[in-house]
């Protein structure tokens, strides 16, 4: 069974965004002072088999091994389909 | 009203993602072929003041003037919570 899976890698909350504060001020000089504030983040889908291992593991060690800095961020996932 | 909307940014399906084939690689080289596939996208977490605007046509504004590169890359976005 394929499962595809969605990482969200963000910035930790203590760790400064440099590239959504440089887009924050661009989209409010573009005429969007209503935009109060923007937030880059990554995502991965990974799609994997589900029969010969545990899905929640592979996601922790990918994510740990490679993915995911953990000086500066901070992860979580969640399941998009089952097929 | 707050409003805080994330905006996901992918490519295209006809469009070949270098990042993903190569992040594909180093995962099942670490050991673990269940990983059939990996894709990169981005993704911006927007707040805004929903009193003053239309929350759609801001988001789809700001997609098109700044976030997206629409020869490559296609965008689709979703209310993540109001307050």
Redesign the interface.
């Known amino acids: 069974m ?1 499962v595809k899976a969605r990482i ?1 890698v963000t910035y930790k909350e203590s760790v400064f965004d440099p590239q ?1 504060q440089t ?1 924050t001020d ?2 409010q000089s ?1 005429g ?1 002072p ?17 029969t ?2 545990d899905v929640a593991e ?1 996601i922790n ?2 994510s740990e ?3 995911v800095n953990f000086n500066l961020e901070t992860y979580r996932y969640e399941l998009l389909e089952e097929g």
Chains 1, 2 share one sequence.
Not at 34 to 50: H, P
């Open positions: 394929a969200f959504g887009i661009a989209v573009l969007h209503e935009v109060k504030k923007v937030n880059v983040g990554k995502f991965f889908d990974v799609l994997l088999d589900s010969t291992t592979t060690e990918i091994q490679l993915l």
